[in-house]
T-cell receptor, first 117, second 115 residues
Framework: AQSVTQPDIHITVSEGASLELRCNYSYGATPYLFWYVQSPGQGLQLLLKYFSGDTLVQGIKGFEAEFKRSQSSFNLRKPSVHWSDAAEYFCAVGAGRPGGGADGLTFGKGTHLIIQP | NAGVTQTPKFQVLKTGQSMTLQCAQDMNHEYMSWYRQDPGMGLRLIHYSVGAGITDQGEVPNGYNVSRSTTEDFPLRLLSAAPSQTSVYFC??????????????FGNGTRLTVT
């Protein structure tokens, strides 16, 4: 069965600084990987996804993520954070169903991002 | 376009009561699912459906029932609420259960408290 680990429960970053959120996955085959963001009181919004091909994927709101098979990682990055980026971030892996489909998505436990002024 | 709509937004139940959480999507999505979100646990899949008339269990199905009589609606039923079911519930849908360009769309959640 697949699993996702987000090692950092909380991360604090100054506004304008760069950001990297870590995600490690365990899955036997090529994974389908996702990053979602959740603002307080809201549902989850898809930031970006990786299915195949170029290992550096671009998402919305200036985020990008890099798939590294050798490290089983899919870290999320942003060169300069804004106060509006404060939220909960979830990494997820799909068991061969890109839509999350029949097997559902397995989510990490989330990283809470705090932005300091 | 409303997307995925969940009602109610908040609900308080007493132990043993029953209720139904509603979920509707207007995107003609084939796939729908229910997750629960608990502090420090991420999201866990309760039940899912790959089309009208078809449902299946996810990771944590006990205590919950679902049905999918139409493409649009996927209600989640708690038959006898327990304090362990206190959580935030999210409904999600995607166009296809298998298509590559078919990410999940989430509703805004229902916060349920069982006393």
């Amino acid at each position: 069965a697949q699993s996702v680990t987000q090692p950092d429960i909380h991360i604090t970053v100054s506004e304008g600084a760069s950001l990297e959120l870590r995600c490690n996955y365990s899955y036997g085959a090529t994974p389908y990987l996702f990053w979602y963001v959740q603002s307080p009181g809201q549902g989850l919004q898809l930031l970006l996804k990786y299915f195949s091909g170029d290992t550096l994927v671009q998402g919305i709101k200036g985020f990008e993520a890099e798939f590294k098979r050798s490290q089983s990682s899919f870290n999320l990055r942003k060169p300069s954070v804004h106060w509006s980026d404060a939220a909960e971030y979830f990494c997820a892996v799909g068991a061969g169903r890109p839509g999350g489909g029949a097997d559902g998505l397995t989510f990490g436990k989330g990283t809470h991002l705090i932005i300091q002024p | 376009n409303a997307g995925v709509t969940q009602t109610p937004k908040f609900q308080v139940l007493k132990t043993g009561q029953s209720m139904t959480l509603q979920c509707a999507q207007d995107m003609n999505h084939e796939y729908m699912s229910w997750y629960r979100q608990d502090p420090g646990m991420g999201l866990r899949l309760i039940h899912y459906s790959v089309g009208a008339g078809i449902t299946d269990q996810g990771e944590v199905p006990n205590g919950y029932n679902v049905s999918r009589s139409t493409t649009e609606d996927f209600p989640l039923r708690l038959l006898s609420a327990a304090p362990s079911q206190t959580s935030v519930y999210f409904c999600a849908s995607s166009y296809s259960a298998t298509g590559q360009n078919s990410p999940l769309h989430f509703g805004n959640g229902t916060r349920l408290t069982v006393t």
